[in-house]
């Protein structure tokens, strides 16, 4: 069915009511920049970075070097939660671009799950039954330093819309395809009118009974999280499920929780999945404070990955037997659907591989 307008209305489920104090909080103060304002001052230059945050001048150029492999990426709201002057400090982890990423290890290639074998059409990876997935964006709000695509081929998976139209035909056609996800990049670094015209199209599609989002916005800009946005989401016939990526419990403030508990209000389904990185949650007790901060905001743990083998991310791996341990302290201290499973994507695999 095609999309219509939608407003904002409080749910009548108690299951999923907002309780109305937190309501009457969720809208963005007047004063603070539009999300698309904060996605153009990004935080782009290892310099500003380093300057900012007051990170040790000796490692400045190591930084630049591997910025020429994978650009730096870092919105303000994200830079805000770390702690200046602490190389250890678990966010900034994350988004340091150190000279590591230059070692040579033969483990570590440039498409360890094999997307390019899985790429029928632009802007379409199809590998599991039942289910596709949409580069939708070429862009994230952040680049992590260990995203499993960072090399991915964008500029052959961004299609014109034109060629999206003969692109969506493939999802026409084969009528097993019961769920979209949309991915890239990140899908919520689209515009409210450039999301709406992909999912009209999606929409009118009888077989497609689900529609993913996979984003880390919430998280690094969560005032993405609109009134307009949730509008476009609420509109839709199809189930919309929303996976968003935190790893750790430093990245959820008052913003962030907010932005969660607003797409619980309009009933979207909220999940999240974390990858597993040492020296940044590869902790039973960091990984069991993010799950309970996520269900208080409404979001279910879903899947704890270990890291996909990419070029450049070697440092942060983690040595299974450790991941076992952990997620079996997991199992241990919480009730069962607070404890993500512990997956593995492999290439050529039919599904994510449970790991026992």
Known sequence: MPLSPAKLTVSDDPMTATPPTIIASLSNTSDEPSWQEQLNTLISSPSE???????PSELLTAAEEATKLFPLRVPRPYLSRIKKADLND?????????????????????????????????????????????????????????????????????????EWLESLDYLVNDTSIEEVIF????????????????????????????????????????????EQLLNVLSALGQKVV??????????????????????????ITVLNQAVLLKSVNDSAT???????????????????????????????QVPEVVAKKIHTEL??????????????????????????
């Open 90 to 162: 678990p966010l900034l982890k994350q988004v340091l671009p150190l000279g590591l990423e230059q070692e040579v290890n033969n483990a570590f290639t440039n498409d360890p799950l094999g997307e390019k074998e899985s790429n029928p059409v632009r802007g379409i990876i199809h590998k599991y039954h039942g289910r596709v997935l949409l580069v939708s964006s070429p862009q994230c709000a952040i680049n992590c330093r260990y995203c499993f695509r960072r090399t991915f081929d964008y500029h052959n998976n961004t299609p014109s819309r034109r």
């Open 331 to 356: 199992l241990a201290a919480l009730p069962g659907y607070l404890v993500p499973k512990l997956v593995r994507e492999e290439r050529g695999a039919h599904s994510k591989t449970l790991v026992q």
């Open 242 to 267: 929303v996976v968003v990526h935190c790893n750790h419990p430093q990245e959820i403030d008052e913003h962030v929780q907010h932005a969660f508990l607003k797409l619980r209000h309009v009933n």
């Open 183 to 226: 991915s890239g990049g990140d899908p919520f670094t689209l515009s409210d009118a450039q999301l709406r015209w992909l999912l009209e199209q999606i929409s009118n599609i009888p077989h497609v009974k689900r529609i993913r989002f996979h984003t880390r916005l919430p998280i690094v800009v969560p005032s993405r999280v609109s």
């Open 49 to 55: 970075l380093f300057d900012l945050l007051r990170l």
């Open 286 to 316: 960091t990984l069991i404070e993010l799950n309970k901060q996520l269900f208080q905001c409404g979001v279910l743990p879903y899947y704890l990955h270990l890291m996909d083998k990419v070029t450049g991310t070697a440092h942060f």
